[in-house]
């Protein structure tokens, strides 16, 4: 082989060794953004299912304490007798 094609045997050979090097990295990388997504995701829901039980609670304690109570406008409280 001339010295000319061994140089571009050896340049095509590396480009094609660096793009297949630079696809492997790409794509580990847009699999590990996918994944903190799906983390985010997950974290988001158990947020809102937790602000949810806490809204739900918050909700039976105030009926709770409305049977107890009874509020005024004056901002006058008065106590119901049981």
Same mark, same amino acid.
């Given at each position: 082989m001339s010295r000319v094609a061994k140089l571009t045997l050896a340049g095509t050979s590396l480009f094609a060794i660096g793009t297949i090097v630079f696809v492997h #990295?790409?794509?580990?990388? &847009? @699999?590990?953004?996918? #994944?903190?997504? /799906?983390?985010?995701? /997950? &974290?988001?829901?158990r947020l809102k299912k937790e602000r949810q039980l806490d809204f739900e609670m918050q909700k039976a304690l105030e009926e709770e304490y409305k049977k107890i109570q009874s /509020? #005024?406008?004056?901002?006058? /409280?008065?106590? @119901?007798?049981?």
């Open positions: #990295h790409a794509q580990q990388a &847009e @699999k590990a953004a996918m #994944h903190q997504g /799906v983390v985010r995701d /997950v &974290e988001q829901q /509020v #005024h406008d004056g901002g006058t /409280v008065l106590n @119901k007798q049981r």
